[in-house]
């Protein structure tokens, strides 16, 4: 089993139109010359019943770095179309520089206008799908 993930850098909002432009713009994630964060899992390991750790490549404009995802299995249901569909939730915190995000204002009063620590949530519905085989 893999996990990998795929999404549009320019599909950031935080609900503020300036500061989604200025995250979209080569200060942050330069989404005209890196148009896609993505994940690749290189390993799941079973940590209880209902909690795992996705450990894979997290990339974020040039950068790779190894990182490990702890997943928390939220619940499963069939749908009434016969589905089988289960909930999970990951929450990850990085250091936004070790992905080249170095942008940073100084204040009059002292101190910087950004944090370097990001955190990462994602609530994620699969469907399982059918195994095929070929004959």
Do not use: C, W
């Not at 964060?37 to 940590?47: D, N």
């Not at 170095?102 to 002292?110: D, S």
């Amino acid at each position: 089993m893999s996990i990998a993930a795929e999404i549009e850098a320019a599909s950031v909002d935080t609900r503020d139109d300036q500061r989604d432009g200025h995250l979209r713009s080569a200060d942050f994630f330069d989404v005209d010359n890196y148009p896609r964060l993505t994940f690749k899992s290189t390993s799941i390991s079973k940590v209880s019943d209902t909690t795992f750790d996705v450990t894979g490549d997290l990339k974020i404009r040039s950068t790779t770095k190894s990182v490990t995802f702890p997943v928390e299995i939220e619940g499963q249901a069939t749908d009434p179309q016969g589905g089988r569909r289960i909930g999970y939730s990951a929450r990850l915190r990085i250091d936004r520089r070790d992905f080249g995000l170095t942008f940073n204002l100084a204040l009059e009063t002292g101190g910087v206008l950004i944090g370097n620590e990001v955190d990462i949530e994602l609530d994620i519905e699969a469907v399982a799908s059918e195994a095929t085989s070929s004959t």
